[in-house]
C-alpha cells in the first residue's frame, strides 16, 4: 500500500472518500427543549407562608393594620395574586422581585445558574440574572457558597488566584512569643532631635510599642529591644524583621544569639510579609492627623498613637490588643466618666479570656 496525498489522489476511490448523503431538497426545523420549571402562585405562596420571616411581611400586608401595611410598602414590598414581591428602584429590573423563601432558594439557584440557558454563570452573572426576578436576603452570600461547592465550576472554570504556598506562617502558642519589628521614618526632627519610629508588635495579641530614635544604629535597636521588649515583656522565641542594616549587624545578632531569640528574615523584595508592615499604614495617617499643621511635634503625640492602636479591634483578632494582654479592654477617659459601677464583686474580675485565646489561634 503506498499513501498519495489527497492533492495528488486524482482517481480516488470509496475507501479514500467519506461517503455524501444526498443533498436534501426541502428544509425542516429540527426540535429542541428545554426542560424549564413553571412557578405557580400557590405552591409559591405555601412556601412564603412556611418561612417565618417572608411570612410576617406577607400577612403584615394582608392584615387592616394601616401602620404596618404601610411600613413594609415603603420598603418596596407588595402583594400580588397572594405572592409577596419586592420592587425597589435602586435596581436596574423593571419588573418587582419575587421574595423567595428558604424552601425555594435551591431552586432559583438551579434555574439561573445550572440550567442550559444559564450556563453556569459566575457569581457577578448570576447575581444578575437571578436579581432580575427574584430577591432575598444575603443572596450574594448564598450564590457565592454555592458556586464554590459547583462541581461543573470547579471541573471546568480557571481561577485567577495564585494557588496558595507550601509554607505557613507558624502559629505562636502565647503572647509574645513572636514579635516582629520594623523602622518608621525618616520624619521631620522632633523637640528632642528624634527623627525615626522603632515599631515592635506582638504577632499573637497585636500589641504595638512605639520608641521614636534620634537615631536608627544597630546598637540603639539593640539596647531599645533587650531594654523596652525583652526584659519588660520576656524573651520571644522569633524576631521577624527585614533585612535592614540595623538588624543584620553583629551587634545585634549577637545579642540575639546570646539570649536564643531566633531571628526570621522576610523576603527581599517582599516587605509585605512583615506582620508590621501593616502598622505603618496606620501610624502614618494617624501621625498626620493629629500632628495637624505642626509635623516637629509628632514625638509628642506618639503616645496617644499607640493607646489607639493597642485599643482598637483588629480584623484577624476580633478583639483589641489590649484585651488579649491584660485580660480588660484599655480604660479611656469618656469611660471613666461612664463607668457607674460602685461596687463589683470579685468573681466578676476574673476574665473569660479562653474562649478569645481560641480565636485568636483560628485567625493566625
Known sequence: MEYTPGKANVLADTLSRPVIDSTLTECGACPVSVDVPRWYATSTREAQLADPEVAKILNDLESSDELSVHRWSERGYLVNQGVLYRYVDATDTEEPQLEVPESLRGRVMFECHDLPTAAHGGIQRSLHRISQQFYFPGMRRYITDNLKTCTECQRYKSSNLKPPGLLHTPVPAQRFEFIAVDLFGPLPKGPQGERWILIVEDTASKWV????????????????????????????RRMISDNGVQ????VMQKALFLLGVKQNLVPLYHPEAN???????????????????????????????????????????????????????????????ADLRAVIESENLVPQITPYLLKLADSL
Not at 247 to 250: L, N, R, V
Request: aromatic content about 10%.
Open 209 to 236: 510599642v512605639l520608641f521614636a530614635l534620634t537615631e536608627i544604629t544597630a546598637e540603639t535597636c539593640a539596647k531599645t529591644l533587650v531594654s523596652e521588649i525583652f526584659m519588660r515583656y520576656g524573651l520571644p
Open 247 to 250: 538588624f543584620m549587624a553583629d
Open 275 to 337: 506582620p508590621v508592615e501593616r502598622k505603618n499604614r496606620d501610624l502614618k495617617a494617624h501621625l498626620a492627623i493629629l500632628v495637624e499643621g505642626n509635623h516637629k511635634q509628632w514625638s509628642e503625640v506618639l503616645h496617644f498613637v499607640r493607646f489607639a492602636l493597642n485599643s482598637s479591634v483588629t480584623v484577624s483578632t476580633g478583639t483589641t490588643p489590649a484585651f488579649l494582654t491584660f485580660g480588660r479592654e484599655l480604660r479611656s477617659p469618656l469611660s471613666v466618666q
